[in-house]
């Protein structure tokens, strides 16, 4: 792959440590001693054999053609690959430790940033931890009536958190509206992310202050539609590994403060609880926490060390239900990447997109656990094939990225919507699972929120909803049609209770909707689920027939 946008200054180091120059045993030892880590390459008889290895160690990449594994482990996993006696090559770029431009290597007198921020954007040069939580609060401190700053926790190393900003109008107020979600660097290596999402941030507050600004009326409408949570750096421990003030990313990791690869170390709905044998880290507990508390409706974590869109599934090669919808929306990001770079960006792999597994088997991947367990279109992307660029390359990877980052965000405001609430108290009906029949299973529904609000994207086609709560009679609404980027309002469906009553079943606000009220007994068997009985509906296609 051809990749065009680096600076002078960049290529010539590139060319400098690039993967032409392989490590000798001695620089190897030097990096297990002080990273604790390495990432190595070697070659396999076949493709079937990654199943092995992926239970060994993490396979950062894999190539078909040459039959090349490219790995990571932490030193036990690697004193472990060494015993089965396979050749190996460990090459510098995979395992760069050089120093980069940080926020406190900037002169005074060469910095400019606006009234009450810490940095100045778009971001420059990497910032340390001090820097980097002190804008997250400036943020929060300058415009405190879109943004609300928190930390969901420490990290396991327990002397930095992991930093949120939360932006939306009326943001303190817990309002009915579609959750996004983005974090970045939850390896702490791959850092590309880390600066974007700052600059995303800036860019999200003074495109929607600024009324003359190109982007205003496209950021107010998301900004007044949604809530946008970002966390710039999901693995602040790796990032600042082996710098004790937190100032230098020169020996940033992939592992977390006890080495343990965070993006395998999630509940897996194929292998079950501690896929890689690790218990599961402080940073992992406190995202599946945050996650069980909040209902995200689409999401992205980035990474480097390569170009792509990454989308489930990551541990099976069968298909998402939602497999079309993911295609567009990854090729959505492709393109807008694309479009706004010279050409040669995010087109690895499939031209820039790929199923997970058809990339390289995963388990323990936080997209699938948040699409499977969380039912949250979570994606993976790929930002830049240098783990750790240089800083000169910071604000042209963002322009890449800027439109990209905005539009998938809007995806998360399309497809249905509605309310469900229950017909004799009005009040909202929370956990009501709206699924679409002979369609979805293993998450890809949606549940109702606590204001019984519900937000289901999806692809472009005509179905039937199955909308069913414990304790209450079901509803089907027939031939529901949605057109890709469209949001469907389907208005306030009313369910019954079971217990005796008068009341029935009804829906409004849905001129084009057909309702079933009556408690049915044909169609199809609803994949159980963490949060709604089973209720079973046979043939109800006979039900649609009938009416």
């Known amino acids: 792959m051809k990749t065009i946008y680096l600076s002078l200054t960049a290529m010539l180091l590139v060319c400098l440590y690039g993967n032409s120059q392989e490590l000798q045993q001695q620089d190897i030892d030097h990096l297990l001693d002080t990273q604790g880590e390495l990432t190595f390459t070697f070659r396999v008889d076949n493709e079937k054999e990654l199943g092995f290895f992926t239970k060994l160690m993490t396979i950062v990449a894999f190539n078909g053609d040459t039959q090349t594994i490219k790995a990571w482990a932490n030193r036990e996993q690697f004193q472990n690959f060494l015993g089965l006696n396979i050749p190996y090559k460990v090459y510098k770029d995979d395992n760069d430790i050089n120093e980069r431009l940080m926020s406190d290597d900037i002169s005074e007198y060469s910095k400019a940033p606006k009234l009450g921020y810490t940095l100045e954007f778009p971001l420059t040069a990497y910032p340390t931890y001090a820097d980097y939580a002190a804008q997250m609060q400036n943020f929060e401190t300058a415009h405190s009536d879109i943004v609300d700053f928190f930390s969901i926790g420490p990290t396991g190393q327990g002397d930095k958190e992991l930093l949120f900003v939360k932006i939306s109008d009326n943001v303190l107020t817990d309002e009915a509206e579609p959750k996004l979600l983005y974090t970045a660097t939850m390896h702490g290596d791959e850092l590309t992310g880390f600066p974007i999402m700052m600059n995303l941030v800036d860019y999200l507050i003074t495109a929607y202050r600024d009324e003359n600004h190109p982007d205003h009326a496209r950021i ?102 939602d497999d079309s919808w993911f295609v567009l929306t990854a090729g959505e990001y492709r393109d807008n990447a694309q479009n706004n770079s010279p050409s040669g960006y995010m087109d690895d792999e499939n031209n820039g997109i790929t199923n997970g597994a058809d990339w390289y088997l995963v388990n323990g991947s936080r997209q699938d656990y948040m699409n499977h367990d969380h039912r949250c279109k979570e994606m993976t992307i790929e930002l830049s094939t240098i783990k750790k660029p240089y800083s000169s390359q910071l604000k042209t990877l963002w322009n890449y990225n800027k439109d990209a980052l905005i539009d998938y965000l809007i995806q998360g405001t399309y497809g249905f919507r509605g309310f469900i609430k229950d017909v004799n108290t009005e009040q909202p009906i929370e956990g009501a699972t709206i699924m679409v029949a002979g369609h979805d299973k293993l998450g890809s529904w949606t549940t109702s929120d606590s204001h019984g609000s519900y937000y289901r994207p999806i692809f472009a086609g005509t179905y039937d909803l199955v909308v069913e709560a414990p304790n209450y009679e079901p509803m089907v609404l027939t031939a529901m049609r949605i057109e890709n980027y469209q949001t469907k309002q389907l208005g306030t469906i009313r369910l019954a209770p079971i217990v005796p009553t008068d009341a029935e079943s009804s829906i409004v606000g849905s001129p084009d909707a057909s309702v079933t009220s009556k408690p049915l007994t044909n169609s199809y068997e609803i994949p159980s689920g963490p949060s709604f009985s089973n209720v079973l509906i046979d043939t109800f296609k006979s039900r649609i027939e009938e009416k």
């Open 220 to 321: 107010t409408d998301l900004i007044n539609g949604a809530e946008i949570w970002i966390n710039p750096n999901a693995n602040p421990d790796g990032t600042y590994h082996l710098s004790a003030d937190n100032t230098s990313v020169a020996h940033a990791r992939r592992g977390n403060a006890n080495n343990v690869d965070l993006n395998r170390n999630y509940p897996d709905n194929l292998e079950g609880a501690h896929p890689d044998g690790e218990v599961y880290q402080t940073e992992t507990l406190t995202f599946m926490e945050l996650a069980e508390n909040n209902h995200f409706v689409v999401a992205a974590n980035f990474h480097s060390g390569i170009e792509l869109v990454n989308y489930p599934w990551d541990n099976t090669y069968d298909r998402h239900p």
